[in-house]
Every structure is written in C-alpha cells, then in structure tokens.
C-alpha cells in the first residue's frame, strides 16, 4: 500500500458554514502568518447549505465592518413580523413573541451568503477546498487528534478501485476546527470518544423542510416575516412554520417538525405540503413554481445538551456544538460569534485549544441559550403548556430555578398501538411537489450510484422483522427524500436503499428507533446542490 500522501497546516477546519468561514476569516485578521484550510464535502460552497434564514447582523458587524456596502446576493432587511396560530380552515393572529420580533435583522440565503464569505476568507490567504470530504479523523500517538483524512474517490460500490481511483490524504494540523453543522458525521465520532456529552442531556434535533418559491407578480411583501404554529401538527408534536417575502418576486417557506415526536406514523414532509396548502399559504403559491427545496436537522438542544466544545488537538463550534437559539430559530449569529471566540482564544493561547470550553460558557453565546433554555423542552407537555410555559420563561428572562431536561429523540417514538394515534386532519393537496420523490429534483442532488452506500445500517434483519412490527419502519416516513423503502420481491421482504435520494439532512441518523443507521460521508462533491437556500 503507498505511503499516503500528507498536506501540513497549522489549522484545518471542517465545513465552509458560517461558523468555519467566520473562525477562518477572523483567525487570518488577527494572525495572517498562520496556515488555515477550510474542506468542504459539497461540491460548491454554499451547495449544502439550507437555513431559513432571518440574521442578527451584529456579529457580522463585528466581523467584516464594511459588509453592508456589498452585502450578500440575497440580502432584504426585515420589515412586518406576524405571528399565526393556524387552525384547519382559518388562522387567529397572536402576539409576537418578543425572540421574533426581526427589527433591524435581515432576510439572507444562507447557502448565498456562505458563497459570498469564502471569497473573503481567500483574499485573506485561506484555502478553501469544496468537493473534499472529511472521511476520518487522524490521531496523534498520545490519542490527541492530528487532523482529517480526505474519503477515497473512486470507489465502486464493491469496493474495488475504478479506473479514476485517487486515494484521499491525510491533512495535518495544530488544531482541528470541527464546522460541520447539526449532527457532524466527525464530530458524532468525537464525542463518543472524547466522552464530550458526560455531562451534558442528550442533544436534541429538528427537521427543515425549505422551498424557495417564484411567483406571479404582486403578492411578494418583500421583507414580510411570517411564522406560524399549530395546523397541520397536532397538539403533541412540536411544529411550526416560516414563511419570507424576499426581492424579485420570490418567497422563501418552509416547515419544521420536531424529532421529539412520539407518533411512529407522522412524516415531517407531509406536514410541510398540507401547511402550504392551508388557505392563509396557499393563495400565495398559486400559479407559482418551486426553484430549489431540500431539507435539513436543525440542532434544538440548547443550553443543558452542550456537549464540552474542547478535546486535545480540536474544538466544535456553531450548530456542531449545538449553539441554536430555538425560540429565535437563529442560530447564524451564534455561529459567527463562536467562530470568532474560538479564532481570538487559539491566538491568545499559542493555537492550543484548551480553556475554550470555558471561554465559550463565559461568553454571551452561552448566556443566550441559558435564558432560553426551558422554552422547547416545554413544548414536549403539548403546544399549549408549551405557549404558556414560553410566556412565562420569557417574562422572568429565563430565571427559572430549574432546567427542564431533553431525552434523545430517538428514545421518544411509541411503538404501534401504544398510545392513541393523533388524528391527521389532512386535506387534498394540489400544489406541487406531488410526492417526496419529485421533490429530490429540487434539490439537484447527484452522487456516483457505484460507490459505497453511505447509510449504513448495523443489522438489515432488523428492519424486515423488530422494526416492522414494533414501530411500521417509520424510516420510510421519517426521510424527506424517499431513501428507504421495503420491498417485497422474489428475493423476499427487505429493507432498499435509494442512496442516491439522499439530501444528507441526518435525519435517519437521528431519529431510527433502534440506533442502529450511521450516515458516513460519501465521495467528496456528492449530494444536493442546493440555489439559495
């Protein structure tokens, strides 16, 4: 076997999101003679990014003074904020809730804006590989961590080498900046090693469904906010929606469903074409037509599910360590704000990563997930203790003196015939897309069908016998891109994987019942390719 080949770097950092770009950018201000590469599975920067996205902007205030002079492609600032309960036929405005009042924020495409801060994080002398993905960790031999290796391209699915085999290298680093975003396929590996969530509560996680809308002239408010709750979920499944009016007649909309969610039955994409159909969305939609969708886990742990952010040789930062602010549902400005610390700390103590743990609890990123750390765990007693208990939190600023806890999503799923299935007050739907497998050409997802199947499962035989009976495989529910299925053919019952379905929204990963599907990266520039999401 040939000797790999090594490219050496005083700071590797994993994924080109805010916080790895942000970290990069302000890392070379502070320190520009130290070597910095950012890697990034995606075929293009910016490609796998999906957010809402409505950001605070002072952290990029702070970051880059002059953005607002050349802002990103899709930038409108905030105007009208509304906030909707939504019921099957009609809707009551409510007051809102003082995390969503938007003043002063701005309407972005996260993926757009990722692609505009690369360029700026080049200029300052980063390299930034898109297409390149971090298959491994490497280790140094005291077991600190020495860096990442690049997957294998060319790799058919036997394992075999095609005739454009390369064999990925090994990049080594100082420190190892883990970026990845909700549910890091490294960062998972890291914190079982390192025991990073001893003590902290399980992490907790929700799906985003997105659609980025064009339509017919005049019904676009632009800079209009709407959010929304209640219809279509029922009253024990956290759920709600964002719709945003942006520039050129477009609409950004999408829904997130929980993956606290207890019933085996629900499918988080359904939810998301019934509330595009409600009568408050629908007319809006008419006549229109989707220009890219796709869906993503949204981190939801908050402040009691963060792991230790610290390990020898590499760190975590942004939706990695699991900085979202639910009630806000904004997690941008948090990522850029952990990004920087992290840049300013590894400067201040010659690039070694000890003490950020601390540094990061200390700081103001942390104080935001403390004072809101109740909200979402409240919503698992139903969305009117819930409401009631997010009123309270947010009067008392969340000094509360308790801290509510988070179990593991996957631990919430009652078994068939277990408790009593909520009904699914559903209408005929006719926008489009009409099932979930016309949505996957939304999100131009590509990946070689002859490489190795990145969902791997521990135990197939489950699926076809445990799973089916006790929970239905509500993996053929959960997955917003049709990836699994059960067939039933000549060669008997079993579990088929559509690998190239997926949208690597991690959601599989999170919510399987029994724990038993790792997603692992597949060949660098795989997966969706998504246009301002």
């Known amino acids: ?172 680093a100082k420190v190892t900046v883990l970026a990845e975003g909700a549910r890091g396929s490294l960062t998972k590996q890291l914190i079982k090693r390192f025991r990073l969530d001893a003590d902290s509560d399980p992490q907790g996680y929700s799906i985003g469904i997105k659609e980025l809308w064009q339509v017919p002239a005049g019904r676009v408010t632009p800079g209009k906010i709407v959010h929304s709750v209640g219809w279509p979920a029922d009253s024990r499944t956290y759920g709600g929606s964002f719709l945003y009016h942006l520039d050129g007649d477009r609409i950004a909309l999408g829904y997130v469903s929980g993956l606290d969610y207890t019933d085996p039955n629900y499918q988080p994409w359904e939810a998301f074409q019934q509330w595009k159909n409600h009568p408050m969305v629908k007319p809006l939609l008419e006549g229109g037509s989707i220009l890219s969708g796709g869906a993503r886990a949204i981190v939801t742990g908050g402040y009691q599910s963060l792991p230790k952010v610290e390990m020898p040789g590499a760190l975590l930062i942004g939706d990695t360590a699991g900085l979202l602010n639910v009630p806000k549902i904004k997690g941008t400005h948090q990522a850029i704000r952990s990004g920087m610390l992290a840049a300013e700390h590894l400067v201040a103590h010659d690039l070694k990563p000890a003490g950020f743990d601390a540094k990061l609890r200390g700081s103001e990123v942390m104080a935001e997930l403390k004072k809101v750390r109740n909200i979402k765990p409240g919503f698992k007693k139903g969305l009117w203790f819930g409401m009631v208990n997010a009123a309270w939190e947010t009067a008392v600023g969340g000094a509360s003196p308790w801290t509510l806890k988070n179990k593991a999503d996957w631990s919430m799923l009652h078994k068939l015939g277990q408790q009593e299935e909520p009904k699914r007050d559903y209408v005929q739907r006719e926008l489009p897309p009409r099932d979930r497998l016309a949505a996957v050409y939304f999100a131009a997802t590509e990946h070689d069908e002859d490489q190795p199947v990145h969902l791997q499962i521990a135990d197939t035989s489950v699926c076809v016998t445990k799973c089916a009976e006790e929970y239905g495989n509500p993996c053929t529910r959960f997955c917003p891109a049709n990836v699994y299925e059960i067939v039933d053919d000549e060669a008997g019952k079993r579990l088929q994987i559509n690998a190239a379905n997926c949208v690597h929204c991690k959601t599989c990963d999170i919510k399987d019942p029994y724990q038993i599907i790792n997603w692992v990266t597949p060949e660098g520039g795989s997966g969706p390719n998504y246009q301002n999401l």
């Open 1 to 172: 076997m040939s000797e790999r080949e090594t490219m050496e770097y005083d700071v590797v950092v994993v994924g080109a999101g805010p916080a790895g770009l942000s970290f990069a950018i302000r890392l070379k201000q502070l320190q520009p003679d130290t070597s910095v590469c950012v890697i990034e599975k995606a075929s293009t920067i910016g490609a796998q990014i999906l957010s809402g996205a409505v950001i605070e902007p002072q952290p990029l205030d702070a970051l880059l003074p002059g953005w607002r002079d050349h802002p990103p492609p899709i930038c409108v600032p905030a105007a009208d904020d509304e906030f909707w309960l939504l019921s099957k036929t009609g809707g009551r405005k409510l007051p809102v809730p003082p995390g969503m009042n938007n003043h002063g924020n701005f309407i972005v495409s996260l993926g757009a804006m990722c692609a505009w801060l690369a360029p700026q994080a080049e200029a300052l002398g980063v390299d930034v590989f898109p297409g390149f993905a971090a298959a491994d960790t490497i280790y140094n031999e005291d077991g600190s961590v020495a860096g990442v290796r690049i997957g294998d391209m060319g790799v058919a699915k036997d394992g075999s080498h095609k005739s454009g085999y390369t064999q990925g290298i090994d990049i080594r």
